[in-house]
Nanobody
Framework: QVQLVESGGGLVQAGGSLRLSCQVS????????MGWFRQATGKEREFVAA????????TYTDSVKGRFAISRDNRANTVYLQMNVLKPEDTGVYYC?????????????????WGQGTQVTVSS
């Protein structure tokens, strides 16, 4: 059974930092890109960041460039999202997902496994 377990969410003041983790089990992590998406209340799920299997390629949505950093530890089957200089508009449920391929895709359709999400709330 494939499981993606996110952790690290919480309540933080604007300007603060959080580090999200996503541990994957039940499938071969090898050769799979990983991504983070988020969904604010009343809005559609949107792409945040993605990383290729080897970690040599990353992709970010424009609003988080320079503030967020995605990374992965393939030995631990874990992907991370370091979030700095958080803003109230970063508030939402953050989901990690496993890409069907080795790339760093921003398209949700390219992902076949999703976690349950972790809440991030940024107060002003």
């Amino acid at each position: 059974q494939v499981q993606l377990v996110e952790s690290g969410g919480g309540l933080v003041q604007a300007g603060g930092s959080l580090r999200l983790s996503c541990q994957v089990s039940g499938l071969t992590f090898d050769g799979r890109g990983m991504g983070w998406f988020r969904q604010a209340t009343g809005k559609e799920r949107e792409f945040v960041a993605a990383i290729s299997w080897e970690g040599d390629r990353t992709t970010y949505t424009d609003s988080v460039k320079g503030r967020f950093a995605i990374s992965r530890d393939n030995r631990a089957n874990t992907v991370y999202l370091q979030m700095n200089v958080l803003k109230p508009e970063d508030t939402g449920v953050y989901y990690c997902a496993v890409d069907k391929r080795p790339w760093s895709s921003p398209a949700p359709v390219d992902y076949d496994y999703w976690g349950q999400g972790t809440q991030v709330t940024v107060s002003s």
